[in-house]
């Protein structure tokens, strides 16, 4: 605030001497009090992170042994080479089933204020529970079935018991969520924009500043807001005018019908590389969601110059995951007791 204040103090003052510089420097203040730069990790007290959990975590997030027919795995929807996503507008489960609902990114959600389109599970220790007894996910039977297959693989119970020291029994369905969490919690995508906001003017092109200009000045960050640019609230769905869906999102979980269309509003980190967007992936094109946004959440139509220049901002949002972080670990071999695949 205080900073701002004083750029605006100075283009009055010096609006002749360098008033694009001023411009800037105003412009960048503003983008700091409305968003911001992620830490390096969504830290969680009650699940500290370790060396050793945070590997065998990513271990779990790529064993498709977790499914029914050990052929999807986290990765297989939230793949990490892509941006966290599968890019397809409903994701394949087990037997090629679909659910209702677009696979939303893995990176940078350990942040949200839930997890879920509609924010049904608390955090990403509780959201890694459901995938794999979802029946068209991973589709296991029962916790239990879960526990048996990380047992009967040698090599997991001693990466628990590292990971978990001084739990007895280490191997347990909390903990399997615990360990995949907490891999999670360090999925973070540094981008051009958070170069741009610590200072470095060159980070964006003179196009995405006037499209961050735009954003603003637009009224997108009445939801889109705080480091991660979404992931902070929930909204209406067609809050200016009814947005055609059958999908009643926020009341699907919380059964009140004040929540009705209400969806957690989403990150726009990485928002180029994650289509097709919104809850059921129906809109397959950046400059579509952009117009489909202002028309439908704040009653406004863009001139194709606007779109274009959100579309060239939210570019600046895509971000890096550290490679090393995320490559491909070896997994463990099967036991003589794994279960076989099953495809029933
Ligand atoms: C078959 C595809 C599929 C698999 C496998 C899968 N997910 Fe998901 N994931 C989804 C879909 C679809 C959603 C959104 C569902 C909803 O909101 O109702 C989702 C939501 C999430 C979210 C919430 C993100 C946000 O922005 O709210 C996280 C985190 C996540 N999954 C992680 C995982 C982890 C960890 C695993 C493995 C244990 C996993 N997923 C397995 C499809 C999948
Ligand atoms: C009143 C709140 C609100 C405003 C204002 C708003 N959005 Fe959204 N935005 C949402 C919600 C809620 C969703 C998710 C809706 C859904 O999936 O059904 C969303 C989704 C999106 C998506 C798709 C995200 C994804 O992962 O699929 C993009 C891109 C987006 N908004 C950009 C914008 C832009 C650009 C503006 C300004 C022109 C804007 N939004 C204004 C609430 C808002």
Same mark, same amino acid.
């Given at each position: @605030?205080?900073?701002?204040?004083?750029?605006?103090?100075?283009?009055? *003052?010096?609006?002749?001497?360098?008033?694009a510089?001023?411009?800037?420097?105003?412009?960048? $203040?503003?983008?700091?009090?409305?968003?911001?730069?992620?830490?390096?990790?969504?830290?969680?007290?009650?699940?500290?992170?370790?060396?050793?959990?945070?590997? *065998?975590?990513?271990?779990?997030?790529?064993?498709?042994?977790?499914?029914?027919?050990?052929?999807?795995?986290?990765?297989?929807?939230?793949?990490?080479?892509?941006?966290g996503v599968?890019?397809?507008?409903?994701?394949p489960?087990?037997?090629?089933?679909?659910?209702?609902?677009?696979?939303?990114? &893995?990176?940078?959600?350990?942040?949200?204020?839930?997890?879920?389109?509609?924010?049904?599970?608390?955090?990403v220790e509780?959201?890694?529970?459901? %995938?794999?007894?979802?029946?068209?996910? @991973?589709? @296991?039977?029962?916790?239990?079935?879960v526990?048996?297959?990380?047992?009967?693989?040698?090599?997991?119970?001693?990466?628990?018991?590292?990971a978990?020291?001084?739990?007895?029994?280490?191997?347990?369905? $909390?903990? +399997?969520?615990?360990?995949?969490?907490?891999?999670?919690?360090?999925?973070?995508?540094?981008?051009?924009?958070?170069?741009?906001?610590?200072?470095?003017?060159?980070?964006? &092109?003179?196009?995405?500043?006037?499209? *961050?200009?735009?954003?603003?000045?637009?009224?997108?960050?009445?939801?889109?807001?705080?480091?991660? *640019?979404?992931?902070?609230?929930?909204?209406?769905l067609?809050?200016?005018?009814?947005? %055609?869906?059958?999908?009643?999102?926020?009341?699907?979980?919380?059964?009140s019908?004040?929540?009705?269309?209400?969806?957690?509003?989403? &990150?726009l980190?990485?928002?180029?590389?994650?289509g097709?967007?919104?809850h059921?992936g129906?809109?397959?094109?950046?400059?579509? @969601?952009?117009?489909? +946004?202002?028309?439908f959440?704040?009653?406004?139509?863009?001139t194709?110059?606007?779109?274009?220049?959100?579309?060239d901002?939210?570019q600046?949002?895509?971000?890096?995951?550290?490679?090393?972080?995320?490559?491909?670990?070896?997994?463990?071999?099967?036991? %003589?007791?794994?279960?076989?695949?099953?495809?029933?």
């Open positions: @605030m205080r900073a701002a204040q004083i750029a605006l103090a100075l283009a009055a *003052l010096c609006t002749t001497a360098v008033p510089r001023v411009g800037a420097d105003a412009l960048r $203040d503003q983008a700091k009090q409305l968003f911001g730069t992620p830490p390096a990790e969504a830290v969680n007290p009650a699940n500290p992170s370790s060396p050793a959990k945070i590997d *065998l975590g990513r271990k779990l997030y790529y064993d498709a042994r977790l499914s029914k027919n050990h052929d999807v795995a986290c990765n297989s929807c939230h793949q990490l080479d892509q941006f599968d890019n397809e507008p409903t994701s489960g087990h037997k090629g089933q679909r659910g209702g609902r677009n696979s939303p990114t &893995s990176l940078n959600a350990a942040f949200h204020l839930a997890q879920f389109w509609d924010g049904r599970a608390a955090d509780e959201q890694a529970k459901g %995938p794999i007894l979802n029946p068209v996910e @991973m589709a @296991m039977p029962d916790e239990a079935s526990v048996a297959v990380l047992l009967s693989i040698p090599g997991y119970p001693p990466l628990f018991a590292q978990f020291p001084g739990d007895g029994p280490a191997v347990t369905y $909390d903990n +399997m969520a615990k360990a995949i969490a907490s891999f999670e919690r360090r999925l973070v995508t540094p981008a051009p924009f958070d170069q741009y906001l610590a200072g470095d003017d060159g980070a964006l &092109s003179k196009d995405q500043k006037k499209g *961050l200009e735009t954003f603003i000045a637009t009224g997108c960050p009445t939801c889109h807001n705080g480091p991660l *640019l979404g992931g902070s609230l929930y909204q209406r067609g809050l200016v005018e009814p947005y %055609p869906t059958d999908d009643r999102g926020r009341a699907e979980a919380t059964g019908k004040s929540d009705e269309y209400f969806f957690k509003v989403p &990150s980190r990485n928002i180029a590389k994650t097709p967007w919104l059921d129906s809109v397959d094109s950046l400059d579509l @969601m952009v117009r489909v +946004m202002a028309r959440q704040l009653g406004k139509t863009l194709d110059d606007e779109a274009q220049a959100i579309n901002f939210l600046s949002l895509t971000g890096k995951v550290d490679e090393n972080y995320v490559a491909r670990p070896e997994l463990p071999p099967s036991g %003589p007791d794994t279960p076989p695949p099953d495809p029933n």
